[in-house]
């Protein structure tokens, strides 16, 4: 696997793997692997003939007070868990050459972007959507995967996509891969590394009260209880504070106070011990599915 840092080499790599008219996927992380990044990776290889991963730790989409310092780097360690996978690319450019000296647009996708993380992460998804235009001009795959994990993310992305008319990859092969679990149901994620052993036994309180939650909603229970018990349920567990924890329209994203029979998404962002988590299921499936189905 080739290690890429600089964007001339990366074109002649693209090129290369295109030659006979094979197809290429990305694969978008800030690094710091883990299962959830290597199944996606074998999702794009499923799909493609070639997969490029990318690795960058976008400062512009981390707020003032967070963690870009301390968000891991570990290079090395990623390249090989990628080599393993077969990932035939890594491109990993240098904050340098993806802001150059002078660097001044940005990309602000409205509505979808504002809310949830959006309201509590300013800038952010503006600097997610502009990086990810960027990469996806790089290396201009046919499929690009991501993460359910951030759902809210893909949205944007998908938007954006749509907007821009950036054909490669088309708005509809822009994938999102199921979120990938730790046994006890926690979401894999970089920043689970953060949490200390006591932080780490109370976070599956996170998805335990998703499910308690989305199981009283899909009952008939009023989704403000529904949420107000889910809450009540972190900060009982340790968690310090909940940012947001919203029932909401799976692919606008607006916010819900009852299941509609369309697909829905619970979306929730909640802190322990300075560590923000986030994580969302499906709510109201059985409903939509009737509701596809005429037997609503
Ligand atoms: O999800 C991530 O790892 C990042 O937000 C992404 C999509 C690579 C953009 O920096």
Partial sequence: MQIISQLDMLRTTVSDLRKGGETIAIVPTMGALHDGHLTLVRAAKARADHVIATIFVNPAQFGPNEDLDAYPRQLAEDAAMLAAEGTAALWAPSVEAMYPDGFASSIHVAHIGDGLCGADRPGHFDAVATVVCKLFNQVRPDLAFFGEKDWQQLAVIRQMARDLDLTLPLADTIIGVPTVREADGLAMSSRNRYLTAKGRAAA??????????IA????????????SALKAALISAGFQSVDYASLADAKSLDPLDALTGRPARLLVAARIGGTRLIDNMAAGKAQSERAQSGRA
Avoid: D, Q, R, Y
């Fill in 204 to 213: 599956v309180t996170l998805p335990n009260a998703m499910k308690a939650a």
């Fill in 216 to 227: 009283k909603i899909e009952a008939g229970h009023p989704v403000k209880e529904a949420l």
